[in-house]
């Protein structure tokens, strides 16, 4: 267990509709990121918030967008979705490591969308 | 972009048999870390390599990071069924990329016992 919790595990919705994802990082880590996973493009970054801000943006399009609120939980809306959105989406969070003076990250289970 | 090669994409072994995965950039990383992902379950950090030319070693694992930060390889020793998995490598570019993760697309292992 990474204590990175994200609900819901499983989703399957149709396209056009809009979805919310959840994620609460693990105590006291003030950074989460989304990563999305598929099959044809592999894991792939989409954007990363510390404290409530926005700090780094990969691949993501502009249907998607995310926040983090005060108590440090993210959600990643995916709206007018299309059937290659089906993927696994990922949040991760992280702890500086003082000793190789880098993040360590503890990724979720992550949520399995399938849109139909 | 930075991108990460990772090979092979697929091993199927026999129980005890040796294996060498690799992972290669054209581009520096501040570090390199290697996951473990099971299915329906998220990467599981495995070991970070940080100075060019470390050598980390995990049980039956051994973990190299290139002397120009721009490739690594994961060996495994005598390998078992346990070490099925999806194994994927990942760099951070560091500075104001810190823990933006670029991966490779992942390698397949199977052991048959």
């Known amino acids: 267990d990474s204590g990175v919790t994200q609900t819901p595990k499983h989703l399957i919705t149709a396209t056009g509709q809009r979805v919310t994802l959840r994620c609460s990082p693990r105590s006291g880590d003030l950074s989460v990121y989304w990563y999305q996973q598929s099959l044809d493009q592999g894991l792939q970054f989409l954007i990363q918030y510390y404290n409530g801000e926005e700090r780094a943006k990969g691949n993501i399009l502009e249907r998607f967008s995310a926040q983090q609120f005060p108590d440090l939980h993210s959600e990643l809306n995916l709206s007018s979705l299309e059937l290659g959105d089906s993927a696994l989406y990922f949040c991760?969070?992280?702890?500086?490591?003082?000793?190789?003076?880098?993040?360590?990250?503890?990724f979720g289970e992550g949520s399995w969308l399938t849109v139909v | 972009t930075q991108l990460l090669e990772q090979s092979p994409q697929f091993l199927s072994i026999q129980e005890g048999e040796n294996l060498t995965v690799y992972c290669n950039s054209s581009?520096?990383?501040?570090?390199l870390q290697w996951y473990r992902q099971e299915p329906g379950e998220g990467p599981v950090l495995l070991v970070t390599?940080?100075?060019?030319?470390e050598v980390k070693k995990l049980k039956r694992l051994t973990f190299q990071f290139g002397d120009a930060r721009k490739d690594s390889s994961l060996h495994i020793t005598a390998a078992q069924p346990g070490d099925t998995g999806l194994y994927l490598c990942a760099g951070d570019a560091g500075g104001t990329s810190y823990g933006k993760l670029t991966f490779g697309q992942g390698t397949i292992l199977t052991v048959h016992p």
């Open positions: 991760a969070s992280s702890v500086w490591d003082r000793s190789f003076s880098g993040n360590t990250i503890y």
């Open positions: 581009s520096v990383f501040s570090s």
């Open positions: 390599v940080v100075t060019g030319g």
